[in-house]
């Protein structure tokens, strides 16, 4: 398929006019063609005006219809078969089998949304109906179901150029709950971008939906993400991306005239706690798994366990041997772009600065731009808690060990660190009590509690939560990733005593969407 | 009983050292005893100390006990007795029924957020097995429950003294999802607030639950108020009250180092839609019913009808007519603050003074201070197009006609209409064709819609929605009346792995709390 460097504004396909982008292969540093020319403040008003023309059909579409929509993507994306999976191997220097398995995921999560909407959960229902003859007054028939937010703005992420990007969870669950979706395409990979974008306007044709259900934009700096993200016809912003980014676009969506939701995961450390009878069972088992999971995709998951917390004493001090040994000889990986790369270093230059760091390993040194040599570090428990600074995210193969005195300063520790996306327990049967102590703390500071596994790795489900407390993301009440992320999207609505013929299919009498309902407050059978 | 003028702080009742606050009884202007001296800094610390103390405790409370607990402060409510309603009156200037009504409603709010914790539905509780012969990767154990967010600022309402006041319905959506409040005491009912106040502690008592579970702070001016959201321990808020108050306080807590969620109710004007069928059948009655809601409490209820859009013509007119006789027949009330009062007679006065808008009533004038007098204006649709400030609320028994031309423009004022907690069609069977067209519109506008209703009056149930985009609220995607307010103070949290013996109740095998689960996607029977 030729890549032709446009912007996809509903069924049309315009060369935009701004700064051009262009996708550099990061293992070679190579500029790959075609250039794409940003959007300006016209393009975005055109994709949003046809994002607002489509919302009033397309939130009405019936469940069938919508989750073959879904379906359809799935399916148009896996036709465009291994040209997609070049680009983008080509683009972020993923290996082959991580794409393959990323368009997998990306297809699964569209199917997955498409049984979502099929069900109807996400409608929750609630019928209280009209009790003529209570006394002292009597009741009015009242009938509640969840209807989609509206238009809304969707970034594409950088590490995972399909199941976060253009198709991924943020629009799949959009588009379930039947918001029409302007997406930002990340400027790291616009051509896996443009060919998974073209495979939804094809899916919009074929289901004949109205266009605008889906546009798809480009541009480089943050002018026309601010842009978009202040558009009064967009109402949510879902975001994946660093701290500093995802609060800007919190800023801009506070200050509208209509503040929004922004639904923005940012950063992580995924602290893991190596508790004292799983260290003395099989600490070299644990360092095998943890330094598998610190490299895995060159430690560019938002889930990669960045900190390790642990009793000082031998034990550790032998995990942390074996663990440095297996970073020694880990092999450099191609990180996704030069900025990465470039904070990578820093991130990881700050640590080896810090005069309360020691570092432990560094991994194999290769030749070719933008590796990620793995990195372990350690520290002390004290000097942990004194310095806020380590316990900023370094996105990369780089994790940093804590060293605690005692119990009583590892549950300081717990208790001192900020939001996550998850918190881990290694533990073994001897480490009940402690791990239960522990346990209110993490649920406090993590979306997701782990026990004896790692971090990365996100099924995506109906009981995953990918979320958690400011800062890990700016909205600790939902998840980005599994069947939940679609109640992001919509907003209940209630009508009273409105005629039958005026109802919402699914609040009709005799239940004709078949969907589950909380009739007077009791789920109905 | 005795009011001693204090803060309650747990189980204390403490002196404040601020400016004093004295309530004022409209009906008569005297200032009330005794004289609550306003909490400052250190006072704000310490309720949220101590409720950040209680959290952990209280979040993990049983359904059982936590349900109980808000019995109990039914319970202690109503063995207040008459002095409680007396109290009221003399604070607010409402009739002693409204008073007596609304001590049911709130009795009752608290009874039906008991029934909420036992059924369970708020925890959500997914679960998604373990598949460990899943290929190509097995699947791990991942269950989901909904935990408390931390401790809630509860901002008391003027209006309506106890229902949405120190035992109001956010106060009751927060202790039932496990969440411990401290209230800020509107300065218009200290003593009312104290009373009520006294029966929480006492609840909290008689049911050893820890002390910071409750605290009632009262401040003069913003700085209080301020302070309790920008502090650390407080994870939401709740507010009912003007735009000005609500946007000031989603400020504070967007710039905290961490941001929180405020679920502000704010200002809405409600408009009615009069369709042309319903109107040449029984115009005389829907003038009557008009305004008889307008006038209810002296018009001070966020649902009051204070927009009403027909298509001109003699039965638009005769409409007008008959609701201004009515409107002139009605009886000045007392309105429930010097401040309200005089906010109204300015919304009036800049009615009365608009060139493109007719005075067509005001009610009989009555001796005494702080009176509502009824006020009817009519408009034309395209003057009331052409000018924002007639869509402001005028908070009181005043109310704007618009006359559009035709069904087009018509529609095109629903099309402009601000976000609103109700919006309501006035409709015979031969309006359906024009009901449906309006309908997605008033959908996207409104968070409760009604057929041949006023919207004065708001059922606590499990189907209602007292919500709506903004600047009715801050947040669409809730609401603050009806059993669904719990999910305001709830979030998702993802256990993987975890063992048996480590899992909440909610999530063991066996479902030993039977509630509703979503095992595998599938609602369970």
């Known amino acids: ?51 607002e023309a489509a919302y009033g059909t397309y939130r009405e579409t019936s469940k069938e ?7 359809t993507i799935a399916s148009e994306i896996e036709a465009i078969g291994d040209d997609l999976i070049e680009r983008g191997m080509a683009e972020t220097g993923l290996p082959r089998a991580r794409l393959e398995g990323e368009r997998g995921r990306t297809c699964g999560q569209l199917r997955l949304f498409a049984s979502v909407v099929r069900a109807g959960e996400w409608l929750d229902v609630r019928i209280d109906p009209a009790l003529p003859e209570r006394q002292p007054m009597p009741r009015v028939d009242l009938r509640q179901r969840h ?5 809304v703005a969707v970034f594409g992420a950088s590490n995972f150029p399909l199941a976060f990007s253009v198709a991924g969870g ?41 266009e605008g259900v889906f546009s798809l934009l480009f541009g480089s700096g943050n002018e026309i993400g601010q842009a978009l993200v202040a558009d009064p016809r967009i109402q949510a912003v879902g975001f994946t991306g660093s701290r500093r980014g995802g609060t800007a676009l919190m800023q801009t969506a506070q200050s509208r005239p209509q503040p929004i939701p922004v639904y923005a995961e940012m950063s992580s450390i995924n602290p893991v706690f190596l508790l004292p009878e799983a260290l003395k069972a099989h600490g070299q088992a644990l360092a095998e798994g943890f330094v598998a999971s610190l490299t895995m995709g060159a430690g560019q998951f938002c889930t990669n366990p960045g900190l390790l917390i642990g009793l000082a004493g031998p034990e550790l001090e032998a995990f942390v041997d074996a663990a440095g040994e297996a970073v020694k000889d880990s092999s450099a990986q191609t990180m996704l772009t030069p900025g990465i790369h470039a904070a990578y270093q820093d991130g990881v230059g700050m640590l080896s600065a810090h005069d309360k760091v020691r570092q432990i390993a560094r991994g194999l040194s290769v030749d ?16 942990f808690l004194a310095d806020e600074a380590l316990q900023a995210e370094v996105f990369g193969a780089s994790a940093l060990v804590v060293e605690c005195a005692d119990s009583e300063e590892l549950r300081r520790v717990a208790d001192q660190l900020e939001g996550q996306l998850t918190a881990t327990l290694q533990m ?54 599994g069947s939940a992320a679609i109640q992001r999207f919509l907003r209940p609505v209630c009508y009273q005593n409105l005629p039958e013929r005026l109802l919402p299919e699914a609040l009709k009498d005799g239940n004709p969407l078949t969907v589950s309902r909380l009739v007077d407050g009791k789920r109905e059978k």
């Open 170 to 210: 943020d629009t799949a669950s959009a588009l379930a709950a039947g918001c029409p979706v302007v997406v930002k395409g990340h400027s790291a990979h616009p051509g896996t971008s443009e060919l998974v974008g073209r495979a939804i306007q094809r899916a919009v044709a074929k289901c004949e939906l109205p």
């Open 147 to 151: 209807i989609a937010l509206g238009p």
């Open 368 to 383: 070719g731009p933008h590796k990620c040599r793995a990195a372990l570090f350690v520290t002390r428990g004290a000097d």
């Open 428 to 481: 073994d049967d001897g480490d009940q009590a402690l791990a239960r102590q522990l346990l209110p703390t993490l649920e406090r500071k993590a979306g997701r509690i782990l026990a004896n596994g790692w971090p990365t790795g996100v099924e995506v489900c109906h009981a995953m939560v990918h979320g958690g407390p400011y800062p890990a993301t700016s909205d600790s009440r939902t998840t980005s990733v």
């Open 1 to 51: 398929m030729t890549l032709e460097g446009k912007l996809l504004i509903g069924q049309q396909a315009i060369k935009g006019k701004q700064i051009e982008i262009r996708a550099i292969n990061p293992a070679t540093d190579e500029t790959l063609t075609p250039a794409y020319l940003g959007a300006g403040k016209e393009e975005v008003d055109q994709a949003c005006a046809l994002a």
């Open 65 to 71: 219809d919508r989750a073959m929509f879904l379906e």
